[in-house]
């Protein structure tokens, strides 16, 4: 498997270490749901998607917490994580910590800055 993909799932448990320890019915997603909606874990808080720190580029030598890459469409042209209705929240892994965002107000946020070529964002 890609090194990336790894290391995603690594970052994923240790949000659920971390910090849904905290929630109550915390459940990992089932596959469907993780490929479907974009969703990493389902809580009684709401579903959060857990995103590893990325470099800027592939070029680049590694992980920084300066930029994050948000997902429209995916590489197969579909709904991205971004635009998934079912995901309430995304957690954005840093060096020392994890910054969590709402999706919805994530998705405007770009919306109200960026300029896309696209009908329904």
């Known amino acids: 498997m890609d090194n990336s993909w790894s290391r995603g799932h ?10 849904l320890g ?6 990992a997603a089932t596959k469907a749901q993780q490929i479907d909606d974009h969703l990493d874990y389902v809580t009684d808080q709401g579903t959060f998607d857990v995103k590893a720190r990325k470099r800027v580029s592939r070029g680049d030598d590694g992980e920084q917490d300066q930029y994050v890459w948000l997902e429209l469409r995916n590489v197969l042209g579909n709904d991205g994580w971004l635009v998934a ?12 910590d994890f910054v969590i965002v ?16 696209v009908v329904d964002c």
């Open 22 to 27: 905290r929630c109550t019915g915390v459940k």
């Open 85 to 96: 209705p079912k995901l309430d929240y995304v957690a954005f892994e840093r060096l020392d």
């Open 102 to 117: 709402r999706r919805d107000r994530l998705k405007q946020l770009a919306v109200d800055l960026c300029q896309f070529n």
């Open 10 to 19: 690594v970052v994923e448990k240790e949000f659920a270490r971390q910090l």
